[in-house]
């Protein structure tokens, strides 16, 4: 009786030093400050992710080249066009290698700031397993928003713009129109 209460005591402290560890990283949620992430960007030069949301607020996309991601890439070029004159700064992190990324890039003419991160380490710091991941950090690097998914139809960042009007105080942009358009250009 003895050797199973110590067993089970011990189990308790496993579990609760287990427990611990775990939360001792901060969960990334909304209301929560954005984690510690440095990036190299399309030039090659390191970005600060607090540097930049010290400056106002940014959008993060991680994401890839697939398909999906591909055709959401003009509405977050549209989120980037639009916003940007308000402070916006929008980043793409792409899992796959520099090269490739480079060449997807010239290829769908990315204007916005971009890295590579072909290890996947971003999903890891920013606590997401789901592929495109966006989240909007507010200037100071308060999280506003996490929207995760694909959504080739636009809407989903129909509705990320729309809460990036607010956080900016500047209209709101209808990406998907701004989209529609164009295409029939």
Not at 114 to 143: C, H, R, S
């Amino acid at each position: 009786m003895t050797r199973l209460l110590s067993a089970g005591i011990v189990l308790c402290l496993v579990a609760s030093f287990t427990f611990a560890q775990d939360s001792a990283k901060p969960k990334v949620a909304v209301g929560t400050k954005a984690p510690e992430f440095v990036f190299k960007d399309q030039s090659g030069k390191v970005v600060n992710l607090s540097e930049l949301t010290a400056k106002g607020p940014v959008l993060v996309r991680l994401t890839c080249g697939c398909s999906g991601c591909d055709k959401e890439l003009a509405y977050f070029q549209e989120i980037d066009a639009a916003y940007k004159k308000f402070g916006l700064t929008s980043v793409a992190i792409f899992k796959a290698p520099d090269k490739e990324v480079a060449k997807y890039a010239a290829a769908k003419k990315i204007n916005m700031l971009y890295g590579v991160d072909a290890k996947g380490d971003a999903w890891n710091i920013f606590q997401t397993k789901t592929m495109p991941t966006n989240f909007l950090i507010g200037k100071g690097g308060e999280i506003i928003k996490i929207a995760p998914g694909c959504d080739t139809s636009g809407l989903l960042a129909k509705k990320l713009a729309e809460q990036i009007a607010r956080t900016v105080d500047a209209p709101a942009v209808d990406v998907r129109s701004k989209v529609e358009e164009n295409k029939k250009k």
